[in-house]
Structure formats: structure tokens, C-alpha cells
């Protein structure tokens, strides 16, 4: 790291000194859904005034928006006290923070599918979760290759770049409407609670009630 | 990420910054040195040893016979080797309490794009050949101060791994789930602990005891919290041992539990402890008590110097300007060093030049014919007292 790394990382991290609860919350579908359970847990957030803004006060905490897979970099180095990721992010980055809460929400299987009826050895697997994807291919004792995409990953599978790809199911729907079948569920996800542990300990007064307001919602625990 | 043509996570320390890290350095020694730490020094090559727990993270390099050498990734199994080389008796097992001090870099051969460093200064004490509540409170209280003396707040979180290992035993956890089961405990995570045990087939109030672990963190009243709700003896005799460990401080209040503490289960025998400071997110110290994993009876804790000169920088005020002085006065600049006083030797001869020298430095005084002047942008509130100091002993020269 660089001085020059230093000053600014000293910048951020004082945004998580502020009197509120900084949140790092995912773009996209999971955002409504955890910003209805925020507030269902007793916190008051606003709706965001400027559409754009990527970092706004929301009432009873400043919610900061971001990919999915850069919540646990937020939690982790403290920017953030606490955020909402998918166990899928979590497991892919080996994530050692503390998820005190299942939210339920967004809950997907992590499978292994493949173009259906086929059942030649598996030489080459694409993937967004090329970690996950390679210890569950050393379990199974298979040497095949891990290519990582960063999207459609079932293209893969109808164009032959791969004869296998890892990723999340839902419903299956994507799967039947391209011909493809999961084979095996490697894990399950769902959205979580992130905290950083720090912020656990030192700010508990805020984050006890608010932990224990999001178990008691439907479908947590 | 590197700086010019550097390894990759490896970085040049700049004099602002390395005057600063020495200050800090020498802070802890200082007290260490003032609780009976003796500083020693050990080798930063050593024998690779694949079971280290560290080994997955060594730089190896080649020796120029067949042997494999690591870079320092830990300086624990130094100082546990050293402990057998100069005091055997203790190796085996004697009482007797030995206090080293340590500082020195290692390396971590981790992944770059994940790593900003791969190369940290370590700063740490051990207390060797005793164990007890004593000493673990000596090791806690020496944690609280290190942070104090590097002037922030500190906030020391304590738990014991072997209250975790004990309910295990008392559950019936079987052993080839103690790992991912620990693990879960440590991340707080009911949900994977909860789908865990469901596989393990054990009576309900286990499973709920277990269940509750991961919540048993906060203030010292945890611990009558969970003694009242616990239902295994030998887990019963941990907390007590915990509670022997904190009976130890007259002013527990600066002191929070967490009792799922479960990390590195098979290696930390006693307490573990990790310090903080309010709004800094990430943890300054970490340690505890290690018993016979490479001596029979030790104990220690380290902190990474660079992690601590972020929360300290983050905390010192951004503009404190630094009275550095530039100097066409000899004289003159005696006294001001001689007071501690940074003076820099103008390298020019004539006081328009000096200016532009100093100036183009950066230095916000300029010395000349005996006259001190706070150079433009820059404040005048040092130039009282260095005036005064020039002034102190018989005028200008």
C-alpha cells in the first residue's frame, strides 16, 4: 500500500465514526428487499432523494451502494459497520466476518448443470464462483479446468465453451427454457446479515436491537 | 498497485511515515521494557516447515544445499525455539516466568491482488513458563496499555476457546464436525451452525445450548449471563477460569467478552483477546494463551505496526504543522536543536535564495541574520517559542 493509500483509507474509515450506522447494501433486486426489512426491523430509512447517489443519509443510517461482491470488502476494512450480501459472495471470498442473521430472502441453490442428458466426463467448467467451483471439483476428484465468466454464464454451456457450468438457480426456468439441467446442488444461499466485528462489540448498542429485529422477521433466523 | 518496479505488496516507507512508525516502535518498548519485557532478536530465515501454521503462506527460498527456507511468517516459533535453546528446563515444563519483546517485519506470501502488504512489522511480548490467571490478566492489561500509549482509547474483547472446546466435549460434537462447527460459532452464524447440527443427531438441548453460543458477546455481564444458563459442567469450569482471569482487574469496565471466540480451536488452550479503538473497523491487537502447543506453559500477543499507524493517523489532526526550521544561522540553529528542534542547514548562501530553498521544501520557518520568519501560508504559532528559544541564552549571534 502506498502512503498515499493510507491517507485515503484513513478518510473512509472515519465515515464509519459518524453517529450513525454506516450500511453497504447491494444494487439491484436485493436492495428493496433489504431496505423493507431494514425498516420492517425497526430502522427509519427515507427513500433516497437523488436517484443517483451512491452514498446518502437515510434517517437512522447512511446507506452506501455497491456490487454485491464488494459488500464484504466495506464490512471487512470497517467503511461500512454492517451490510446485506448473499451467502454465494460470502462462500466464494472464504469471508470470515460475522453473519448473525439469515435474512431468507433471495435464496438460491449453488448447482452444477449441464446441457440435459449429457454424461461424458466433465473436461472444462465455467463459473462466476471459480473458488467454490474448484474445491467442490477437488472433492469430486475430477481434474477439470474452472474458466471464470462474469455473466450468462449458461452461454457457456449452449456455445461449448465449457460442458459444465456452476451457478445459482432460483427457479429453473432459465435452465428449461436453454435445454439444461442442474445435476448436483453444491449449496444453498440466501441473503445475509453482514457486521464488522469491531463495530459488533463497539457500536452493540445499535446493532443488538436492529440484529434482533431482522430474526424475528418471516423467513429469518 | 506496486510502487515503481517494487514486488507486489511491498512498498517504500516515507520519511513522514517512518518517523512516525519509529515513534510508535519505540512507545511499546518503552513499556514493554518498563514491565520486564527483554527485547531479543531472532533470525528472519527459517527452516521451512510445512507444519507450520503459517506454512501456506511462507516465502520459500532455496538453500544452497538441499534445504528449504522460509522467510519469517511469525515470530512465535522463533521465540519458542529460542526459549528451548537457552532455558531447557523450562522447554520441559519448569515454572519460571521468562518476558521477551520483539519487533521485526515478516512476510505473508498471499495474493497480491487481495493483499495491500505482503510484507508487515510485527511488534509483540510473550510471557513464557507460567500459566495463570495472573499472568493472562498481565498479558490483557499490557494489550490495554498498548494502545493506550500509542494515544487511542482502547477497548479489549476477551473469550476462551476452550469454553467452545469443552461444550463440544459435553454435546458429543462429533470430531470431523468440530471444524465447520467451531468455524460457524466464530462467524455468528445460527443459520450454517443450525444445518450443522441437524446432521449430527444430537439431543435437542444441546443443540439449543450450542445454538445460543454465538450470542454470549458484550459487556463483562455475559459471563454470570452464561453461567446461569450453561448446562455442562466442564464448559461451567471454563467460564469460571475466564471469570478468575477478569477478578484479576480492579476496573473491568474497558473490558468486553465474547465467549464464541473459536478460532485456531487446536492451538489457543486459554484465553484469547483482541484490542480495538472506537471507529477504527478493524482489530490493533490480537493474542492469548497457547499451552502446550510449542511450550508447555506460554502465552503473547502481536500487533502489525501499519494497522496501528492507520488508526493513529485517522486520529491525529490533519494539519498540526511540523516547526522545521531552515537555517542560514548557525548559531542560531545550535540552540534550536539543542531544544529539539528540527533545523535543516540552508544549502544556499544568500537569505533571498534560502527562501526560495526553504519554500520550495516545504519548511515553514526560515532562519537568517538571526531573525526567525514564518514563511508565507504557513501559520505563526511556533514562532513565539522558537524565537524565545533562540532568544534564551544571550540574543542573536
Redesign the interface.
Known amino acids: 500500500?502506498?502512503?498515499a493509500?493510507?491517507?485515503s483509507?484513513?478518510a473512509e474509515?472515519?465515515v464509519?465514526?459518524a453517529e450513525k450506522l454506516v450500511l453497504a447494501l447491494p444494487k439491484g433486486r436485493v436492495m428493496a428487499a433489504s431496505m423493507a426489512a431494514l425498516r420492517e426491523a425497526g430502522l427509519r430509512l427515507a427513500p433516497r432523494a437523488d436517484g443517483r447517489a451512491l452514498r446518502y443519509d437515510a434517517g437512522d443510517a447512511i446507506v452506501i451502494e455497491m456490487r454485491n461482491a464488494d459488500v464484504p470488502t466495506y464490512v471487512?476494512?470497517?467503511?461500512a459497520?454492517a451490510g446485506i450480501v448473499g451467502k454465494d459472495v460470502l462462500l466464494e471470498m472464504g469471508?470470515?466476518?460475522?453473519?448473525?442473521v439469515?435474512l431468507g430472502f433471495a435464496a438460491c441453490r449453488l448447482s452444477l448443470i449441464r446441457p440435459v442428458g449429457a454424461s461424458g466426463t466433465i473436461e472444462r467448467v465455467a463459473t462466476k464462483y471459480p473458488r467454490l467451483t474448484a474445491s467442490y471439483l477437488a472433492r469430486r476428484g475430477s481434474s477439470a479446468e474452472v474458466v471464470k465468466l462474469n455473466g450468462n454464464v449458461e452461454l457457456a454451456c449452449l456455445t461449448g465453451l465449457a460442458d459444465a457450468v456452476v451457478d445459482v438457480v432460483e427457479t429453473g426456468g432459465t435452465l428449461r427454457d436453454n435445454d439444461l439441467e442442474e445435476v448436483d446442488v453444491i449449496g444453498h444461499s440466501?441473503a445475509?446479515l453482514v457486521?464488522?466485528?469491531?463495530?459488533?462489540?463497539?457500536r452493540?448498542e445499535r446493532l443488538?436491537p436492529l440484529i434482533e429485529g431482522l430474526r424475528r422477521l418471516p423467513g429469518a433466523? | 498497485m506496486s510502487?515503481a518496479g517494487l514486488p507486489d505488496g511491498t512498498?517504500f516507507v516515507?520519511p513522514?511515515?517512518a518517523a512516525r512508525r519509529a515513534e510508535l516502535r519505540a512507545g511499546l518498548r518503552d513499556l514493554y521494557c518498563t514491565w520486564g519485557y527483554d527485547l531479543v532478536e531472532v533470525p528472519s530465515l527459517e527452516r521451512y516447515e510445512p507444519t507450520h501454521p503459517r506454512a501456506g503462506q511462507s516465502f520459500k527460498l532455496a538453500d544452497r544445499d538441499s534445504g528449504v527456507l522460509a522467510l519469517r511468517a511469525d515470530f512465535t516459533p522463533a521465540l519458542a525455539q529460542l526459549v528451548r535453546a537457552t532455558h531447557p528446563a523450562v522447554a520441559g515444563g519448569a515454572r519460571r516466568p521468562l518476558r521477551y519483546q520483539y519487533a521485526g517485519t515478516v512476510w505473508h506470501a498471499i495474493d497480491p491482488e487481495l493483499a495491500?502488504?505482503r510484507e508487515f512489522t510485527q511488534v509483540g511480548i510473550e510471557l513464557v513458563g507460567v500459566s495463570n490467571a495472573r499472568a493472562d490478566a498481565e498479558l490483557i492489561h499490557l494489550a490495554r496499555e498498548s494502545v493506550r500509549v500509542v494515544g487511542l482509547e482502547p477497548?479489549v474483547?476477551v473469550g476462551n476457546p476452550g469454553f467452545v472446546r469443552a461444550a463440544f466435549d459435553a454435546a458429543g460434537v462429533p470430531a470431523g464436525l468440530r471444524d465447520p462447527v467451531a468455524d460457524a460459532i466464530?462467524?455468528?452464524?445460527?443459520?450454517d451452525l443450525?444445518t450443522l447440527l441437524a446432521g449430527a443427531q444430537l439431543p435437542a438441548q444441546d443443540v439449543e445450548a450450542l445454538l445460543a453460543i454465538?450470542?454470549l458477546?458484550?459487556a463483562v455481564d455475559v459471563l454470570s449471563y452464561a453461567r446461569s444458563t450453561i448446562p455442562w459442567p466442564g464448559a461451567q469450569r471454563e467460564l469460571e477460569r475466564l471469570a478468575g482471569v477478569l477478578a484479576e482487574f480492579e476496573d473491568d469496565s474497558e473490558l468486553?467478552l465474547?465467549l464464541s471466540m473459536a478460532r485456531r480451536l487446536s492451538y489457543y488452550t486459554g484465553v484469547t483477546f483482541r484490542a480495538?479503538t472506537?471507529?477504527?473497523?478493524?482489530?490493533l491487537l490480537g493474542g492469548g494463551r497457547y499451552d502446550g502447543a510449542l511450550l508447555p506453559a506460554a502465552a503473547g500477543f502481536s500487533l502489525g505496526l501499519?494497522r496501528l499507524?492507520?488508526a493513529v493517523?485517522?486520529r491525529r489532526s490533519a494539519n498540526e504543522p511540523d516547526p522545521l526550521v531552515l537555517a542560514l544561522d548557525d548559531p542560531g540553529a545550535r540552540r534550536l536543536r539543542a531544544a529539539g528542534v528540527r533545523v535543516l542547514r540552508a544549502t544556499e548562501v544568500d537569505v533571498a535564495a534560502a527562501r526560495s530553498e526553504a519554500r520550495a521544501l516545504g519548511v515553514p520557518y526560515l532562519l537568517a541574520d538571526g531573525r526567525l520568519e514564518a514563511l508565507d501560508g504557513h501559520g505563526d504559532e511556533h514562532l513565539r517559542a522558537l524565537e524565545a528559544i533562540i532568544a534564551a541564552d544571550g540574543g542573536t549571534a
Do not use: H, I
Open positions: 500500500m502506498s502512503v493509500d493510507e491517507r483509507v484513513s474509515a472515519r464509519a465514526g471487512e476494512l470497517g467503511v459497520d469471508s470470515r466476518l460475522a453473519e448473525p439469515d440466501s445475509r457486521v464488522n466485528r469491531a463495530s459488533l462489540k463497539l452493540g443488538r433466523f | 510502487q512498498r516515507l513522514d511515515v495491500r502488504t477497548r474483547e466464530d462467524r455468528k452464524d445460527r443459520s443450525s454465538p450470542d458477546y458484550g468486553m465474547d480495538y472506537p471507529d477504527f473497523g478493524q482489530p501499519e499507524l492507520r493517523a485517522q
